[in-house]
C-alpha cells in the first residue's frame, strides 16, 4: 500500500476528530475496528489492516493494542522523549520498501487496499 493513500487516511481521520470532537471518531472507530478492521479514514478510502504474516484481518482485540496502546501509548511517549525523532523513523519506514510504520512492524501487521 502506497504511503500516499496511508497519509490521506491520516488527514481523513485527523479532520473527522476534530468536525466530531473526538467522540463521533471514536464511536465510529469502535464498529469499524470490528467490522472493517481499519479506522474511519482507511475505511472510507477502503483500506483496511491485515496481518502481515496470514493477510487475516485483526479482531477488534489486536486493533486495540496496535492503534492504542502500541500506537497512543508506546509511540506518543517515545515521541515525546525523543522529540519527535520517532516522527522521522516512522515517515521513512512508511516510505521504505514494506510499507510499514512502526506500530505495524510492532504489531505484525500491514495496510492494505481491501478488495470488493
Same mark, same amino acid.
Given at each position: 500500500?502506497? $504511503?500516499? $493513500?496511508?497519509?490521506?487516511?491520516?488527514?481523513?481521520?485527523?479532520?473527522?476528530?476534530?468536525?466530531?470532537?473526538?467522540?463521533?471518531?471514536?464511536?465510529?472507530?469502535?464498529?469499524?475496528?470490528?467490522?472493517?478492521?481499519?479506522?474511519?479514514?482507511?475505511?472510507?478510502?477502503?483500506?483496511?489492516?491485515?496481518?502481515?504474516?496470514?493477510? $487475516?484481518?485483526?479482531?477488534?482485540?489486536?486493533?486495540?493494542?496496535?492503534?492504542?496502546?502500541?500506537?497512543?501509548?508506546?509511540?506518543?511517549?517515545?515521541?515525546?522523549?525523543?522529540?519527535?525523532?520517532?516522527?522521522?523513523?516512522?515517515?521513512?519506514?512508511?516510505?521504505?520498501?514494506?510499507?510499514?510504520?512502526?506500530?505495524?512492524?510492532?504489531?505484525?501487521?500491514?495496510?492494505?487496499?481491501?478488495?470488493?
Amino acid at each position: 500500500m502506497g $504511503a500516499g $493513500a496511508r497519509f490521506g487516511a491520516y488527514l481523513l481521520n485527523l479532520l473527522l476528530a476534530v468536525v466530531t470532537l473526538g467522540i463521533g471518531w471514536f464511536a465510529w472507530a469502535m464498529v469499524t475496528w470490528s467490522t472493517d478492521s481499519a479506522n474511519p479514514g482507511q475505511k472510507l478510502l477502503g483500506l483496511s489492516i491485515v496481518k502481515k504474516d496470514t493477510g $487475516a484481518r485483526l479482531t477488534w482485540g489486536e486493533m486495540f493494542v496496535r492503534n492504542f496502546l502500541l500506537g497512543g501509548m508506546v509511540l506518543g511517549f517515545l515521541s515525546t522523549i525523543t522529540l519527535s525523532i520517532v516522527a522521522w523513523i516512522n515517515l521513512f519506514k512508511i516510505f521504505g520498501s514494506e510499507k510499514q510504520n512502526l506500530v505495524d512492524s510492532m504489531a505484525g501487521s500491514v495496510v492494505v487496499k481491501r478488495s470488493a
